[in-house]
């Protein structure tokens, strides 16, 4: 088993909460897109022969491609993996880019799953984040695509949005549950240094919502999302029975992948890749036929501590039995008095060694995992 991450590094505009990589400029499109091409041929042998079981284009905006040049990409994927037939196949997609026309060559192609960035379903939500599209239209994009026989719609929702009436989450919740899409994959707004709202808040032009706030509107989805038989099975992942992302879920399973594309990262089970985050450098090092990027070999603690942060925040729990048998670390003799601490607070339930959060622990679930994290003179 194994999966491909594809970076589009564009995008039409920048949104004022985003410090993905992206170029608004599309000047480097179809060098970005050749070198791409020249990375999976150079990447071949990374996954070691693995069935590819996911593919997923993500950025940036995928979706700023035109259908032909996604095929392009796939059609290279296919001439240098094996891919399994049934691969999951996502385009991340912003709706201000599926059109009608779009959307039914997206149809008529290998893509089998669409994950809308759909954020808000209120107009003034959507102009403070500077989204590149409206309300309205993220509504019309999602029913088209479903009339076309898309069956597996995942949508992206932010909460924690400032100034608002709380009514207002309540109100996409429900558009969303409404709209009868598989996946959810819902946000907090985080407000990073170097965005536009990093830089208001700097300057005190911008106030973000109250830490309390944020914390019952989570509360919100989690309830909602029971309400109407969704799954909670990442932190930030809800989804009808049978419809988890499966390649997300590979990267919490520890799968390896192989990232293509500026930033992408790649992880083989020994040792991560992080390839350059910046267009023209991408371009140079593939034209001269080399991998732009940096390795970096985990040692037992990274990979451990790496468990704990992915494996915590999901549905299936960190098996602390299995941390023993792959790398020889007991976890919970490690940190008997703090386990014990915060299941008798109810953040935390143990199950034959399975650490699974509480739906309050959910609400703390980076601060434990951090507490759990090896030292590295552990
Ligand atoms: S949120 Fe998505 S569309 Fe907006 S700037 Fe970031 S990558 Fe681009």
């Known amino acids: 088993m194994a999966g491909i991450y594809l970076h589009i590094p564009f995008c039409k505009q920048a949104c004022h909460y985003c410090d993905f990589h992206f170029s608004t400029s599309l000047k ?3 060098a970005v897109l050749a070198a791409m091409h020249q990375e999976i041929r150079l990447q071949q042998n990374y996954l070691s022969g693995e069935t590819i079981d996911t ?79 409206t309300a309205g239209e993220a509504e019309g994009c999602i029913q088209l695509a479903q009339e076309l026989g898309f069956d597996n719609i995942s949508l992206d929702l932010i909460y924690g949005i400032p100034a608002e009436d709380e009514a207002l989450w309540e109100q996409d919740l429900a558009k969303a549950f409404a709209l009868n899409v598989q996946h959810l994959s819902c946000y907090a707004l985080t407000i990073e240094p170097n965005t536009v709202l990093g830089h208001r808040l700097k300057k005190g032009t911008f106030t973000p919502a109250e830490e309390e706030s944020v914390a019952q509107q989570f509360e919100l989805l989690m309830t909602q999302a029971k309400t109407h038989g969704f799954l909670h099975y990442e932190i930030s992942n809800f989804c009808q029975p049978g419809f988890e992302s499966k390649h997300n879920s590979s990267y919490w399973r520890q799968t390896p992948y192989v990232g293509i594309g500026p930033s992408a990262h790649s992880f083989n ?38 468990y704990v942060m992915t494996t915590l925040r999901t549905s299936w729990g960190c098996d602390t039995h299995y941390i023993r048998s792959k790398w020889n670390v007991d976890l919970v003799a490690l940190h008997a008095s703090y386990l014990q601490q915060i299941i008798a607070k109810g ?32």
């Open 269 to 306: 089970g020994k040792s991560r890749q992080f390839n350059v985050a910046h267009n023209p450098q991408y371009v140079q090092a593939l034209s001269q036929g080399q991998l732009p990027c940096t390795v970096e070999e985990l040692t037992v603690e990274d990979r451990v501590n790496e």
């Open 28 to 30: 480097l499109k179809e």
């Open 347 to 378: 953040l935390m339930q143990e199950n034959e060694g399975v650490l699974l959060l509480t739906e309050e622990g959910k609400l703390l679930a980076d601060e434990i995992a951090l507490d759990l994290f090896l030292l590295k003179e552990e």
């Open 55 to 133: 593919i997923y284009f993500g950025g940036g905006t995928p979706s700023i491609l035109s259908v032909a040049e996604l095929q392009g990409l796939l059609d290279t994927i296919h001439l240098v993996f094996p891919i399994n037939p049934a691969a999951e196949i996502t385009v991340e997609a912003n709706p201000d880019d599926l059109t009608p026309e779009k959307l039914l060559l997206l149809s008529q192609s290998p893509v089998n799953r669409l994950s809308i960035g759909v954020q808000s379903f209120h107009n003034p939500h959507l102009q403070l984040m500077n989204r590149p599209h």
